[in-house]
């Protein structure tokens, strides 16, 4: 599974609109429920968002969502900091990921 982590930080008055677009995608995905990806997003107190995407061919499963299509559509504006992506490998995992087929509360 290839996994990549995504930052970036959210301009204040932006916050609860991403926050509702990322619960949106997670919607799409309990219909959906795509077998070939997990996908972790964290919400830190300054403001920034942490995604964590792993996927076994291609991202698709989650690029593909209408929802996730709109989340991406004004990302750019929303933003406070640029978007860093950066290719990431599990060096240990303590139950975050054994779970990954149960359902999370947004």
């Given at each position: 599974m290839t996994y990549n982590l995504i930052?970036?930080?959210v301009k204040d008055a932006s916050i609860a609109e991403n926050r509702a677009l990322v619960a949106k995608v997670f919607e799409a995905l309990d219909e959906t429920q795509p077998q070939t990806l997990r996908?972790?997003?964290?919400?830190?107190e300054n403001g920034e968002f942490v995604h964590i995407v792993g996927y076994d061919k291609d991202s698709?499963?989650?690029?593909?969502?209408?929802?996730?299509?709109?989340f991406g559509a004004d990302h750019a504006a929303r933003r406070s900091?640029?978007?860093?992506?950066?290719?990431?490998?599990?060096?240990?995992?303590?139950?975050?990921?054994?779970?990954?087929?149960?359902?999370?509360?947004?």
């Open positions: 930052r970036y930080g996908y972790l997003v964290l919400e830190l698709s499963a989650l690029t593909e969502l209408d929802a996730f299509k709109a900091t640029p978007l860093v992506r950066s290719p990431a490998k599990i060096v240990g995992d303590y139950r975050m990921l054994a779970g990954a087929d149960e359902a999370v509360p947004a």
